[in-house]
C-alpha cells in the first residue's frame, strides 16, 4: 500500500519494543537531557503483555539504570535463596555440586522476578520523566530516508481486511520519524530482520540459534512452597532428542513459576517441544511438587542462544539493534535481562552524545565498541563455547568441557578452544524423517499436563479476525508438497500454540494456519526447514496478554 498518505511525527530517538532494553534506553536518554524527545512503541495491548521470561534477573543492570530501586518501589523482591542442578533420569534424580561450577553460574544476589511486571515499573518511571508510551502500536515497516538510512517507522495501521483490503473501519496509521531508531522487538523481531538483510549486518558472523521456551505458572500448596529455590534440571525427558533444560523458580504468594527450554538445533522432525514440556512435569520431583496445584499462566517464546560469535553488526544509517534483537542471553547461565538493559544504556549514550554534537541518520560506531569490549562483551565471551559444545558433543561431554572452558575463561581469559562455531542454522540441521523414528508422546492426563489448546486459553491470546493472518507463506505450495512428504509436516509440532496443522487425506490435504492461536513466539519463523513462513507483526494489542510472566 505504498500509495497511502500519513501523518508524521518528529521526535529525537523512536524506540521499538517496551521491553527492558527499549525502556532502558529510553529513561536513560531522559537521565541524560530532560529535554530529548523519546517515543517508545509497543505492540502488545499493555507494557508487559507480551513479556516472557524465566526469570531470575541479575540485578547489575537496574542498579546501573536505577540505583534507587528498592526505594522506587520496584517489584524485584525475591532473593535467590538456593540454588539447585539436577540431572534427570526417567524416574530419579543426580544432584550436580554447586562447587565445581565457576562463579558465573551463582544466583547468589540474583532476583526471582516477573519481568512483565518489572517493565510496567520501569515504563511509569519512563513516563514520569517524559517519555512517551504508546502500547496497542504495532511498528509495520520501517520508513526510509533519500540516503538510504532509517528515518522512521509506520506504527497504528488497523483495519486491514482478510484479503489485504481496506476495511470500512481502516486507520493508515503514522510515521514516526526520529534522528535515531532503536529496535529493541525481542527475538527475531521482524523489522530487526529486514534491517538486518538490508544492511547485511549478520556478514561474517555464525548463524544465530535459538530455544523455544515454554513456562507455565502453577499456585502450589503453600506447604511445599520455598520461597527464593531455584532448580535447573538437564536430562530426561529430551535426552538425545535435543538439547535444552527446565527451571522451576519458587516466587512469592505461593507461586511456582515451571519452564522449559529446548534448542531448536534438533534433527529429528519429530521432536515436539511442547509434549517435551508437558511430559517433563510427571518426573517425580516435578509431579510432587505440582500435586494440589493449579496452573494459572501459560506462555511460550523464542530465545536467542548462538551467544557471542552470533552478535550481527549492531548499527547501520539511523538505526541501533538492542538486546534480543542482537541476541545477548548468556546460555549457561539463562539470563539475558541483565545485557538487554545495559545495552540499552549504552545506545542512549551513544545517541546523545551524536544528538548533542548535531547529528542525525549516521551510525551510532560507539554503542557497538562498548557491547562488545564492555560489560555485555565480557558476560559473553567467556561462555562463548558453552551452546556448540552442546550441539556438537550432546550434554555429558559439554557439562565437562563446557565447565573446564569457563574456569579457563574465568581464570586466565582466553580458551584452548579458541571461539567455536555452529555451523548450520537451526532450520538447516533438521534432517528428513525418514532418517528418525517416531517419538510416542503420552497423552495429557488434565490434571499436570495440558493440550496445546487448553494451554494457549491461559494466555490470554486474542486477535482480531478479520484481518489478514500475520504469519506468511513464500510458497503456499511447500508444506503439502514438501514439509509433509519429507519432514513429516513438522510445523503441526514445533508450534507451542497449535498454530498449524494439516487437515484431510491425501490428494486432499491442506495446510490450515490457525492464526488466531499464536503467542508471538516466532519459532516458526525460525525453524521452518524451508524457511517459508515468514513471521510479520499482526495489527497493534493482538497476541498474549501475559498477566505476571
Known amino acids: 500500500m505504498a500509495d497511502i498518505e500519513r501523518e508524521a511525527m518528529e ?19 531522559k537521565q541524560l537531557d530532560a529535554d530529548i524527545n523519546v517515543v517508545v512503541l509497543e505492540k502488545g495491548s499493555e507494557v508487559g503483555a507480551h513479556i516472557l521470561s524465566g526469570a531470575v534477573l541479575d540485578p547489575i543492570g537496574i542498579d546501573r539504570l536505577i540505583p534507587d530501586w528498592k526505594e522506587k518501589g520496584a517489584p524485584i523482591t525475591v532473593p535467590v535463596k538456593e540454588d539447585k542442578f539436577y540431572m534427570l533420569g526417567e524416574a530419579g534424580q543426580l544432584r550436580i555440586p554447586n562447587f565445581p561450577m565457576p562463579p558465573l553460574m551463582n544466583n547468589h544476589g540474583n532476583y526471582i522476578v516477573s519481568m512483565g511486571n518489572v517493565c510496567r515499573w520501569m515504563a511509569e518511571q519512563a513516563e514520569e520523566l517524559g517519555v512517551e508510551i504508546f502500547p496497542g502500536m ?58 538486518i538483510e538490508k544492511f547485511d549486518l549478520a556478514k561474517g558472523k555464525e548463524p544465530q540459534k535459538y530455544g523455544i521456551g515454554m513456562k507455565e505458572i502453577w499456585e502450589i ?14 536430562g530426561w525427558p529430551l535426552e538425545k532428542n535435543a538439547g535444552g533444560g527446565s527451571f522451576i523458580y519458587h516466587l512469592d504468594n505461593n507461586q511456582v513459576y515451571v519452564g522449559f527450554v529446548v534448542h531448536l538445533g534438533y ?23 505440582l500435586e494440589g496445584g493449579k496452573r494459572v499462566a501459560y506462555g511460550a517464546r523464542a530465545i536467542t542462544e548462538g551467544g557471542y560469535q552470533s552478535m550481527p553488526k549492531m548499527t547501520a544509517p539511523g538505526v541501533a539493534l538492542l538486546g534480543c534483537s542482537v541476541g ?53 565471551r567467556a561462555v562463548r563455547n558453552v551452546k556448540p559444545m552442546w550441539s556438537k558433543w550432546g550434554l555429558t561431554a559439554s557439562l565437562a568441557f563446557g565447565g573446564f572452558d569457563m574456569w579457563c575463561n574465568t581464570l586466565f581469559g582466553g580458551s584452548l578452544f579458541g571461539t567455536m562455531g555452529h555451523g548450520k542454522s537451526d532450520a538447516e540441521v533438521t534432517e528428513p524423517a525418514s532418517k528418525h523414528k517416531e517419538i510416542d508422546y503420552p497423552k ?40 509433509l512428504p519429507t519432514y513429516a509436516g513438522p510445523s503441526a509440532r514445533y508450534c507451542p500454540a497449535g498454530v498449524y496443522e494439516f487437515v484431510g487425506e491425501g490428494a486432499d490435504t491442506k495446510f490450515q494456519i490457525n492464526f488466531q492461536n499464536c503467542v508471538h513466539c516466532k519459532t516458526c519463523d525460525i525453524k521452518d526447514p524451508s524457511q517459508n513462513i515468514v513471521w510479520t507483526t499482526p495489527q497493534g494489542g493482538d497476541g498474549p496478554n501475559y498477566p505476571n510472566m
Not at 221 to 234: N, Y
Not at 358 to 378: F, H, K, Q, T, W
Open 11 to 29: 521526535y529525537d530517538v523512536v524506540i521499538v519494543g517496551a521491553g527492558p532494553a527499549g525502556l532502558s534506553a529510553a529513561i536513560r536518554l
Open 138 to 195: 504495532a511498528c509495520s515497516e520501517i520508513v526510509y530516508g533519500d540516503k538510504g538510512e532509517v528515518k522512521g517507522v509506520v506504527a497504528g495501521e488497523f483495519g486491514i481486511s482478510a484479503d489485504g483490503t481496506k476495511g470500512d473501519g481502516y486507520e493508515p496509521g503514522m510515521e514516526l520519524h526520529g534522528k535515531y531508531v532503536f529496535l529493541s522487538e525481542g527475538v527475531r523481531g521482524s523489522l530487526s530482520k529486514q534491517v
Open 221 to 234: 500448596d503453600p506447604a511445599k512452597h520455598k520461597e527464593g529455590s531455584v532448580t535447573h534440571t538437564m
Open 267 to 289: 534433527k529429528n522432525p519429530h521432536v515436539f517441544p511442547y509434549m517435551e514440556f508437558q511430559r517433563f512435569k510427571h518426573h517425580p520431583i516435578v509431579a510432587d511438587l
Open 328 to 380: 545477548m542471553v548468556n546460555v549457561p547461565r539463562i539470563k539475558g535481562n541483565h545485557n538487554a538493559m545495559i545495552s540499552g544504556m549504552i545506545a542512549a549514550e551513544s545517541a546523545h552524545a551524536a544528538i548533542k554534537a548535531g547529528r542525525s541518520g549516521d551510525e551510532l560506531p560507539g554503542y557497538e565498541a562498548e557491547v562488545r569490549d564492555g560489560a555485555i562483551g565480557r558476560d559473553l
Open 444 to 483: 495429557p492426563d488434565g490434571k499436570l499436563s495440558f493440550d496445546r489448546l487448553t494451554n494457549v486459553a491461559f494466555s490470554f491470546t486474542n486477535h482480531e479476525e478479520s484481518q489478514p493472518a500475520h504469519l506468511k507463506l513464500k510458497d503456499a505450495s511447500i508444506p503439502v508438497d514438501v514439509n
